[in-house]
């Protein structure tokens, strides 16, 4: 009889498909990472239910969507109570365990449950010398988090093993990195020095034929930017030495976009380099490099730390009997739309990197491209574990998939929504959508809560379609064209089905706009 297997979650925060090599876009070399897809799946359409921290830890955690789980934006932290996968695969035998970063709450009633051992970052963590929060209480442990994190994870293994080596275990292992600011460690210092890094086909984007709410959105590297991101500072005083365009300094100090004929001082952190520019597309390009070479250096470690956690498996004689997965809890801009962040339902940001490797029963080298969503992953583990899958979960499992047996009614659909939340820093715009294989709807709408940075609420509400096969940028809305009016009619029939399928409340009156198209 097979063992069941070991399951090992890795997932960090923002790393996008785009900075795996395995994925094929050129950009940074990630060995370690390309290992797991070598020896298992490398999927190409795992998508998040909401493209922000919080709400994808807890859809991952608890297999349901968010409007569920109550877990809809960055403030509204996990129930402790509420059932989750780590409760049923405890229950069902398995020892549990999670360190690293959390971001569901870590005050009475929202840390981690269902787990024999944890050990949390709080909120986001620190790169250095991070606090740590434990059932024991609090406590501060020195070096570099990527580091620490992995050792914490292979130590509890170790443990685990030793005290009964049938006894299978989980482990989420949640790395802080690579979100921002991007502070790598400095052995990491000799990458990308001597090269820069192309700027994606799209940096310059207009926002043109789009909903209003990607022009509005506040993510751009030219403007958006902290200088504490990238590791700039500004000269001391004022706009006479720092450059005309001083941005209001609450509720953090962002390195303005440099306009013709204005100039800009900015020193560099780690160097004390000055450099003064006065050409404000090179100014971009320079914040971009710095972006992108800081986001490749701290996602080295991670790769090293995976690199270890496989090496160590393999010296166990424990590879075959494990399901090794790396994803992140949501992807990422690299430049792409200009932008750096995430929040949108457009792909940069959407796709989840998933790899997954268990030599017995995923095929070595093997893609899929059937879609997936973050909630599956629960129902999955437990359908390896041997366990039933609660009548709650809301997910699928994905064994078919990654078995290269997908049942014939898998559904093509990925559903996606985003909640306003008082965020005037990248005023975001709720929205929500679904995608298939080739198509992406997304509807803006208002929401009436008068948060701070929500869509104006007297602007229409906004739809935009998206035809990936020949616009694969996303850069052409054709909600509105009359070629796409039975795509628009089939896609909002996915919609409105998956939202009645998982009883999320819509926005939209899908009598009404099909009336208006029909016109
Ligand atoms: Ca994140």
Same mark, same amino acid.
């Given at each position: 009889m097979t063992?069941?297997?070991?399951?090992i979650?890795?997932m960090?925060?923002?790393h996008?498909?785009?900075a @795996?090599?395995c994925?094929g876009?050129?950009?940074?070399?990630?060995?370690?990472?390309d290992?797991?897809?070598?020896?298992?799946?490398?999927?190409?359409?795992t998508?998040?239910?909401n493209?922000i921290?919080?709400?994808?830890?807890? %859809?991952?955690?608890?297999?349901?969507?968010?409007?569920?789980?109550?877990v809809?934006?960055l403030?509204t932290h996990?129930?402790?109570?509420?059932?989750?996968? %780590?409760?049923?695969?405890r229950?069902?035998g398995?020892?549990?365990?999670?360190?690293g970063?959390?971001?569901?709450g870590?005050t009475?009633?929202?840390t981690?449950?269902?787990?024999?051992?944890?050990?949390i970052?709080?909120g986001?963590?620190?790169y250095?010398?991070?606090?740590? @929060?434990?059932?024991?209480?609090?406590?501060?442990?020195?070096?570099y988090?990527?580091?620490?994190?992995?050792?914490?994870?292979?130590d509890?293994m170790e443990?685990?093993?030793?005290?009964d080596?049938d006894?299978?275990f989980?482990?989420m292992?949640?790395?802080k990195a690579?979100h921002?600011?991007w502070?790598y460690?400095?052995?990491? &210092?000799h990458?990308? =020095?001597?090269?820069?890094v +192309?700027? +994606?086909?799209?940096f310059?984007?207009?926002?043109?034929?789009?909903?209003?709410? =990607?022009? %509005? =959105?506040?993510m751009r590297? &030219?403007e958006?930017m902290?200088?504490e991101?990238?590791?700039?500072v500004?000269?001391?005083?004022?706009?006479?030495v720092?450059?005309?365009?001083?941005v209001d300094?609450?509720?953090m100090?962002?390195?303005?976009?440099l306009?013709?004929?204005?100039?800009?001082?900015?020193?560099?952190?780690?160097?004390?380099?000055?450099?003064?520019?006065?050409?404000?597309?090179e100014?971009a390009a320079?914040k971009?490099q710095?972006?992108?070479?800081r #986001?490749?250096?701290t996602?080295?470690?991670?790769d090293?730390?995976v690199?270890?956690?496989?090496?160590?498996?393999?010296?166990?004689?424990?590879a075959?009997?494990?399901?090794?997965? #790396?994803?992140?809890?949501?992807?990422f801009?690299?430049?792409?739309?200009?932008?750096f962040?995430?929040?949108?339902?457009y792909r940069?940001?959407?796709?989840?990197p998933f790899l997954?490797?268990? +030599?017995?029963a995923?095929a =070595?080298g093997?893609t899929?491209?059937?879609? *997936?969503c973050n909630?599956?992953?629960?129902?999955?583990?437990?359908?390896?574990?041997?366990?039933q899958?609660?009548?709650?979960m809301q997910?699928?499992?994905?064994?078919g998939?990654?078995?290269?047996?997908?049942?014939?009614?898998?559904e093509?659909?990925?559903?996606?929504?985003?909640?306003?939340?008082?965020?005037? @820093?990248?005023? *975001?715009?709720?929205?929500y959508?679904?995608r298939?294989?080739? #198509?992406l709807?997304?509807?803006?709408?208002?929401?009436d809560?008068?948060?701070?940075?929500?869509?104006?609420?007297d602007?229409?509400?906004?739809?935009?379609?998206?035809d990936?096969?020949?616009d694969?940028?996303?850069?052409?809305?054709?909600?509105?064209d009359?070629?796409?009016a039975g795509v628009?009619?089939?896609?909002l029939?996915?919609?409105?089905?998956?939202? %009645?399928? @998982?009883?999320?409340?819509p926005?939209?009156?899908?009598?009404?706009?099909l *009336?208006?198209?029909?016109?």
């Open positions: 063992k069941r297997p070991n399951i979650f890795i960090s925060d923002d996008a498909a785009q @795996i090599s994925y876009h050129g950009l940074n070399e990630t060995p370690n990472l290992r797991i897809a070598q020896g298992g799946m490398r999927h190409d359409a998508y998040v239910t493209s921290c919080t709400p994808s830890r807890a %859809a991952i955690l608890t297999g349901t969507y968010n409007h569920t789980n109550c809809t934006t403030d996990i129930d402790n109570r509420m059932p989750n996968v %780590a409760k049923t695969l229950a069902g398995y020892r549990t365990a999670i360190f970063k959390w971001h569901l870590e009475a009633g929202h981690p449950t269902g787990f024999d051992e944890w050990s970052v709080p986001q963590g620190d250095w010398d991070p606090a740590f @929060i434990s059932p024991e209480g609090r406590k501060r442990i020195p070096g988090a990527t580091d620490i994190i992995t050792d914490l994870s292979i509890f443990r685990s093993i030793a005290s080596p006894q299978p989980f482990l292992c949640h790395h690579p921002r600011n502070q460690h400095p052995r990491y &210092k990458l990308w =020095a001597d090269k820069d +192309p700027l +994606p086909a799209t310059h984007d207009d926002y043109r034929n789009r909903a209003a709410a =990607a022009a %509005a =959105a506040k590297i &030219k958006d902290l200088y991101d990238i590791a700039l500004q000269p001391e005083g004022g706009a006479d720092a450059g005309e365009m001083m300094p609450w509720p100090r962002k390195i303005p976009e306009m013709p004929g204005e100039t800009i001082t900015v020193i560099c952190s780690e160097t004390g380099t000055n450099y003064t520019f006065d050409d404000p597309a100014f320079f971009f710095r972006y992108m070479k #986001y490749f250096r996602i080295a470690a991670i090293d730390g690199g270890k956690m496989l090496d160590w498996l393999e010296d166990k004689g424990l075959e009997d494990t399901i090794v997965i #790396y994803t992140s809890d949501q992807g801009f690299l430049g792409e739309h200009g932008w962040d995430k929040r949108f339902m940069e940001s959407h796709q989840m997954v490797r268990y +030599p017995r995923i =070595a093997s899929s491209a059937d879609i *997936a909630v599956d992953f629960a129902p999955t583990f437990l359908d390896y574990a041997g366990l899958m609660p009548n709650y997910g699928r499992s994905l064994r998939v990654w078995e290269e047996k997908t049942p014939d009614d898998w093509q659909v990925a559903y996606h929504r985003y909640w306003m939340h008082n965020d005037i @820093i990248h005023n *975001a715009w709720a929205h959508g679904v298939d294989d080739r #198509y709807l997304i509807y803006w709408y208002n929401d809560l008068g948060q701070i940075g929500a869509r104006p609420n602007a229409p509400p906004e739809w935009e379609l998206f990936t096969q020949v694969p940028n996303e850069l052409n809305n054709v909600a509105a009359p070629a796409y628009f009619r089939d896609m029939a996915k919609l409105d089905r998956r939202m %009645a399928l @998982i009883g999320d409340i926005e939209h009156d899908s009598a009404v706009v *009336a208006g198209l029909a016109a």
